[in-house]
């Protein structure tokens, strides 16, 4: 059983900066790709970045040069850092995982979801 923690979400103003947090824990697993997305108010879930597990990265034109995407192996958590937020930005932001079990399946998980609020 794997399970994704997020963290790092809030309320901030435009031009701010917020670091968020996914730490996938359990027992007999490694991570491969690594991604977070964002659902705004009435919109589909966007991939905003992702990143391998040999840390190449991608981003969505919409956040390219403001967010960064990093992964701590050690602690299979991954990070976004956000920068010059603007209010556009608000959503909630889910991490998104991929596993392989010990046993050899994979498998794809989900964070809980933590809200991003940027006011103008």
């Known amino acids: 059983q794997v399970q994704l923690l997020e963290s790092g979400g809030g309320l901030v103003q435009a031009g701010g900066s917020l670091r968020l947090s996914c730490a996938a824990s359990?027992?007999?697993?490694?991570?491969?790709?690594m991604g977070w997305y964002r659902q705004a108010p009435g919109k589909q879930r966007e991939l905003l970045a992702g990143?391998?597990?040999?840390?190449?990265?991608n981003y969505a034109d919409s956040v390219k040069g403001r967010f960064t995407i990093s992964r701590d192996n050690a602690k299979n958590t991954v990070y976004l850092q956000m920068n010059s937020l603007k209010p556009e930005d608000t959503g909630v932001y889910y991490c998104?995982?991929?596993?392989?079990?010990?046993?050899?399946?994979?498998?794809?998980?989900w964070g809980q979801g933590t809200q991003v609020t940027v006011s103008s």
């Open positions: 990143i391998t597990s040999g840390g190449s990265t």
């Open positions: 359990g027992s007999s697993f490694s991570v491969n790709f």
């Open positions: 998104d995982v991929g596993i392989t079990l010990h046993s050899g399946l994979t498998g794809r998980y």
